[in-house]
């Protein structure tokens, strides 16, 4: 079975710009989380996804947003990019209700310049 | 989900046997704890999951004492690709806000030769 997908790998974008993001999960998967990794804050929580609802929000401004498709992919948007926005951006999948057991892409690597 | 305090770093040589221990002691009754590994610039993986007592795989043993309010990660005889940041995570994945997950600083774990 394939893993979680995301595309681009890597984005360079300029600030003001904006940018969207792609993750396919895995097949049967309806969960989708999205997170954002950078050295001094670690790993965040940004949003989930469930049967293309938004069920849980992290601390991020209304710049992130995000959603989910029918087929469960999902895309996160990242409206006038600042420079601390660079930062690698990771999606899970989970099969079920728990999200104890999630199951992470690749990730993107975003750099605002 | 419950607050959860590991080492920030440790080492250890090629062939030996790894014990990581996590203390966790306001774990709530329905949590489960569970370990993720990271490699650097990829997305976390899950290793394994308990509730009480003891777990195996093919990767890692997971102990978990009566009281809950600790767990150590045993990652038999390491080698060099077991380098990488452990981290663990408590909570049921279910009930509010621990619908997200919540990653601490993770330890980070060399392998020498």
């Known amino acids: 079975k394939a893993g979680v997908t995301q595309t681009p790998r890597y984005l360079i974008k300029t600030r003001g710009q904006q940018v969207t993001l792609s993750c396919s999960p895995i097949?049967?998967?309806?969960?989708v989380s999205w997170y954002q990794q950078t050295p001094g804050q670690g790993l965040q929580f940004l949003f989930e996804?469930?049967?293309?609802?938004?069920?849980n929000k992290g601390n991020f401004p209304g710049r992130f947003s995000g959603r989910q498709f029918s087929n469960s992919r999902s895309e996160m948007n990242v409206s006038t990019l600042e420079l601390g926005d660079s930062a690698l951006y990771l999606c899970?999948?989970?099969?079920?209700?728990?999200?104890?057991?999630?199951?992470f892409g690749p990730g993107t690597r975003l750099t605002v310049t | 989900l419950a607050k959860t305090t590991q080492p920030i770093s440790m080492d250890s040589y090629e062939g030996q046997e790894v014990n990581i221990t996590c203390s966790h002691n306001?774990?709530?009754?329905?949590?489960?704890i569970t370990w993720y590994q990271q490699f650097p610039s990829q997305g976390p993986r899950f290793i394994i999951q308990?509730?009480?007592t003891k777990v195996t795989n093919e990767v890692a043993s997971l102990f978990i004492p009566a009281d809950r309010k600790s767990s150590t990660l045993s990652l038999p005889r390491v080698s060099l690709s077991d380098t990488a940041v452990y981290y663990c995570?408590?909570?049921?994945?279910?009930?509010?806000?621990?619908?997200?997950?919540?990653f601490g600083s993770g330890t980070q774990l060399t392998v020498l030769p």
């Open positions: 996804y469930f049967s293309e609802t938004q069920r």
């Open positions: 097949s049967g998967h309806r969960s």
């Open positions: 995570l408590v909570g049921d994945g279910f009930s509010g806000s621990a619908r997200q997950l919540t």
């Open positions: 308990g509730y009480k």
């Open positions: 306001n774990i709530a009754t329905n949590d489960y």
């Open positions: 899970a999948s989970s099969f079920g209700q728990s999200l104890l057991e999630q199951y």
